[in-house]
């Protein structure tokens, strides 16, 4: 059974920093491309960052030069370093393969995380 779990979210102060995890289960994050997304109160869901099965890192303007993704394929799981916060980067993020991944037709996602940053 396919299973992310999103942590690490929390409140910060502007200029703070998160770390998040995202540990996958029925699925190999080695074999596939990932990303962290984020939906923010009345916005669509967007992909700040990912990381290709080759290991090439694009991020989203909004976010390139303060965020960091990486993985560990042994571990199955992916993170996303966070630094440099403001108000603008609170949302709920949630990781998913990109494109995401769909079962029986649908777009699956975990339950994500929330991150609250304080100004």
């Known amino acids: 059974q396919v299973q992310l779990v999103e942590s690490g979210g929390g409140l910060v102060r502007t200029g703070g920093s998160l770390r998040l995890s995202c540990e996958g289960t029925g699925m190999r994050f080695n074999l596939n491309d990932m990303g962290w997304y984020r939906q923010a109160p009345g916005q669509q869901r967007e992909l700040v960052a990912s990381?290709?099965?080759?290991?090439?890192?694009v991020y989203g303007d909004s976010v390139k030069g303060r965020f960091t993704i990486s993985k560990d394929n042994f571990r199955n799981t992916l993170y996303l370093q966070m630094n440099g916060l403001t108000p603008d980067d609170t949302a709920i993020y949630y990781c998913n393969e990109v494109p995401a991944l769909r079962i029986d037709g649908r777009e699956y996602w975990g339950q994500g995380t929330q991150v609250t940053v304080s100004s």
């Open positions: 990381i290709t099965v080759g290991g090439t890192l």
